[in-house]
Nanobody
Framework: QVRLVESGGGLVQTGDSLRLSCTAS????????MAWFRQTPEKEREFVAG????????HYGDSVKGRFTISRDNAGNSLYLQMNALKPEDTAVYYC?????????????????WGQGTQVTVSS
């Protein structure tokens, strides 16, 4: 069974930090681009950050650039998102995703595998 499982979400205050993790059930993603997306009831799923299969190419959405950092550990089948200087507008369900392509993109339709999501809530 192919699974992606997110963890690390929670309730924090403005300016706090969180580190999200995503782990794979099997070592299937060493050749895949991966990304983080987020979604609220009022918005469509939004690209947050992406990383290529070797980890050498990083991409960030404009709203999180300079505050969030994406990384991966292929040996451990893990994807991470370090979130600093959190704002109430960052409140959303965060999803990790894997593509069959070795590169990541901002288009959610290019991703084949998705986690169940983890809730991040930032209070003022």
């Amino acid at each position: 069974q192919v699974r992606l499982v997110e963890s690390g979400g929670g309730l924090v205050q403005t300016g706090d930090s969180l580190r999200l993790s995503c782990t794979a059930s099997r070592r299937l993603f060493t050749n895949n681009g991966m990304a983080w997306f987020r979604q609220t009831p009022e918005k469509e799923r939004e690209f947050v950050a992406g990383i290529s299969w070797k980890g050498g190419n990083l991409h960030y959405g404009d709203s999180v650039k300079g505050r969030f950092t994406i990384s991966r550990d292929n040996a451990g089948n893990s994807l991470y998102l370090q979130m600093n200087a959190l704002k109430p507008e960052d409140t959303a369900v965060y999803y990790c995703a894997a593509s069959r392509s070795p590169y990541s993109s901002t288009d959610r339709t290019t991703y084949n595998y998705w986690g169940q999501g983890t809730q991040v809530t930032v209070s003022s």
